[in-house]
């Protein structure tokens, strides 16, 4: 049988050190968030991985929700014209928010969401991402937490996907070139 890991030529992180990378910033957020219950907002569908383990190294008490946004369509490109497909369950009106991602590449789907979540006036609002990219620069969107910055290549894995596959590899890698044709 097929192993989906075949398909990667190049691990850039493995699971080991996309864990170790997360309990050190909980380790943060804990200091920063205690007597907060902070609201963890995450990104469908991407950001699932990234929430469940970051939010289980963290100690303090923390409350999660969910966003979905649509940016891109089945390309690779992002088409620029974003909705909400999801909207929050939680009312965040002076709520402490952290909006979660996997990966932050143009920065648009995050600088969308960030007007939009400011509108609603929460106590405070900063952004976690795992992965981010150097064309994120173009963007004027401000992310407090990063867990690795990575070179302008197609990843997947640990919540990344190619056509919606991949996102459950433990691992982060670059796909090999037969996957694509
Ligand atoms: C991906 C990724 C981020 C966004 C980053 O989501 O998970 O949410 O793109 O790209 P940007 O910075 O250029 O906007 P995608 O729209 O592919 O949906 P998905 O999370 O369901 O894969
Ligand atoms: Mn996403
Ligand atoms: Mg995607």
């Given at each position: 049988a097929s192993h989906i890991a075949d398909d990667l030529t190049h691990v850039l992180y493995t699971d080991a050190q996309i864990q170790a990378r997360l309990a050190e910033m909980a380790v943060e957020l804990d200091e920063v968030y205690k007597d907060k219950n902070v609201l963890m907002i995450g990104v469908l569908n991407g950001a699932v991985m990234v929430m469940a383990d970051l939010s289980r190294h963290m100690t303090s008490h923390v409350e999660n929700d969910w966003m979905a946004i649509s940016s891109?369509?089945?390309?690779?490109?992002?088409?620029g014209v974003v909705r909400i497909l999801k909207d929050l369950n939680t009312d965040i009106h002076d709520r402490h928010v952290l909006v979660v991602e996997d990966i932050i590449d143009t920065g648009l789907t995050l600088s969308y969401l960030i007007s939009n979540l400011l509108s609603r006036e929460p106590a405070s609002l900063e952004v976690m991402t795992m992965f981010r990219k150097p064309d994120a620069a173009n963007n004027d969107v401000e992310v407090k937490y990063v867990g690795f910055d990575i070179p302008n290549e197609f990843v997947v894995g640990y919540g990344l996907d190619f056509a919606g596959k991949y996102r459950n590899l433990r691992d982060v890698g670059t796909l090999a070139p037969h996957v694509y044709s």
């Open positions: 891109y369509g089945s390309g690779t490109q992002s088409s």
